[in-house]
């Protein structure tokens, strides 16, 4: 009889997990790996190391599951079990004293409640991944560290600080206010793995009590150990409180390999087969937005059709008057530094990320603007300074600047000067998004994103990297 192994295919947001059990339930072959959204390929990659190792002509018994599972499970006509319940499948038949499993994943966190006289109640987070593995990611690039640094850090802090962990953008605001008043990597490190436990309190347990014994389980949990300390700190939980598993990353992969119903036999080669097989079929037009542009009005002409006001600008070289203006806009994740003449003629500008340090961000700015008007040969007299943005207090109280402005009526003085008609502002900044609506030359009702970042500049630039 040919001998068939049972594969259980994990395929999250961010990594891809497997699992191979011979017919005694035996660990014949794990993985673990990021697939940097290259799906298909990294799968490819684990089903080839698996016939490296088993060796040519095997079978399997296959399922998948994972956020990223359901593609994979279309693309091969392979049978697919939703994450949670497969997690499920392996506490209720390996560890039946757990009563609580935490799950932190790279884009979701799962809490499950288990019960011994009736099914388990499962809660996940919904519309969004604050307090997950890439929230942490996010974090840690933020503190320009490797996330394999991101435990030592967290182990020798000695003060705890909020970090706003229902939004990874908004959390980045109070990351980049730490940063800027030079609070340390360890405490601001071991504040983000708090936080992630507060959210995983208040989106998940929601007034359930959390029973021991519990199980923490995920990538996170896994490479993170400091935050697993953290969880029983903000759980009130004991060491012996805690069931631990050899396999903490492969749980949900686990489950798929043992879970018995529905399940598709095959070769491992026709399973290789069939995933190459899909990486050619062409996407169904049909589910395709149509283009913004076509033949008709292509995108050059379109930006002619708009209404473009010049702002007046002049060299450095060519000004003749003493007296200049500067404006900082300190935003959540750039710095904006302008120079304008006596007549409101833009003399210099700078446009530039702050990485988290508004002070060595603007101070490398002023450096350009100091070497750019030594090289106009002009004794320019800086007559009066303005700062805006989410830097305003700290860098007004840094470099002495003379006001400070709310950067929405920022917004509204610089628009009214351009057009004194105007009626309505619209802002996509780095974490946040403002309409001004103006009515009778006055400010009349502003609108701020609030809960939720998403859409923001800093949101774009999260899905740039990620591709």
């Known amino acids: ?191 983000v793995l708090h936080a992630v436990c507060i959210q995983l309190v208040n989106t998940l347990a929601r007034g359930y009590d959390i029973v021991p014994k519990v199980m923490l389980i995920g990538g996170p949990f896994s490479f993170i150990p400091t935050l697993g300390k953290a969880a029983l700190e903000t759980l009130k939980l004991a060491d012996d409180q805690i069931v631990k598993t050899e396999h903490p990353t492969l749980l949900s992969a686990w489950g798929a390999a043992i879970h018995l119903i529905e399940r598709t036999d095959l070769s491992l080669d026709d399973f290789i087969n069939r995933l190459n097989a899909s990486t050619k079929i062409i996407a169904n037009q049909s589910f395709r937005l149509k283009p913004l542009f076509n033949e008709s009005l292509s995108f050059n002409a379109w930006k002619k059709q708009r209404k473009y006001i010049q702002i007046p600008r002049l060299n450095l070289a060519d000004y003749q008057k003493k007296y200049a203006f500067l404006g900082i806009d300190s935003g959540s994740t750039t710095t904006k530094i302008t120079l304008i003449s006596e007549d409101n003629e833009l003399l210099f500008t700078h446009y530039a990320p702050n990485n988290g340090h508004s002070i ?64 309505f502002v619209m802002d996509i900044g780095g974490q946040d998004m403002k309409a001004i609506f103006i009515a009778n030359g006055v400010v009349n009702h502003i609108e701020l994103n609030e809960a939720c970042s998403s859409g923001c500049g800093s949101f774009i630039e999260t899905f740039a990297k990620s591709l």
């Not at 002009?378 to 700062?387: H, L, M, N, S, Y």
């Not at 109280?397 to 402005?405: K, M, N, R």
């Not at 009214?416 to 008609?421: A, F, G, L, T, V």
């Open 360 to 423: 060595s961000a603007l101070i490398k700015g002023l450096t350009l603007l100091k070497n750019e008007i030594a090289t106009s040969g002009k004794q320019i007299v800086i007559a009066r300074t303005g700062v805006t943005g989410y830097g305003e207090e700290l860098l007004k109280a840094a470099f002495a600047f003379d006001d400070g402005l709310v950067e929405t009526m920022a917004h509204f003085a610089a628009a009214k000067h351009i057009d004194p008609e105007v009626s």
């Open 1 to 191: 009889m040919t001998k068939i192994y049972r594969l259980g295919l994990d395929v999250g947001s961010t990594t891809a997990k497997c699992v191979v059990l011979d017919e005694y339930d035996n660990f014949v072959y794990t993985n673990y790996v990021r697939h940097n959204t290259h799906i298909v390929a990294t799968v490819l990659e684990l089903l080839n190391e698996i016939k490296q190792k088993l060796g040519n002509g095997i079978h399997l018994s296959v399922k998948v599951t994972g956020s990223a599972g359901m593609g994979i499970s279309e693309k091969a006509d392979i049978a697919f079990i939703q994450e949670v319940v497969a997690a499920s499948e392996v506490v209720q038949r390996k560890y039946p004293q757990v009563r609580t499993l935490i799950d932190i994943g790279g884009e979701d966190s799962k809490m499950i409640f288990f019960f011994p006289d009736r099914p388990p109640d499962i809660r996940m987070n919904g519309s969004c991944a604050g307090g997950t593995g890439a929230f942490i990611d996010q974090m840690a690039t933020l503190l320009n560290i490797p996330i394999q640094q991101f435990d030592q850090l967290a182990q020798n802090h000695n003060q705890i600080f909020p970090i706003a962990s229902r939004c990874g953008v908004f959390a980045k605001t109070d990351v980049q206010n730490l940063i800027s008043r030079n609070v340390s990597k360890e405490n601001i490190a071991y504040s």
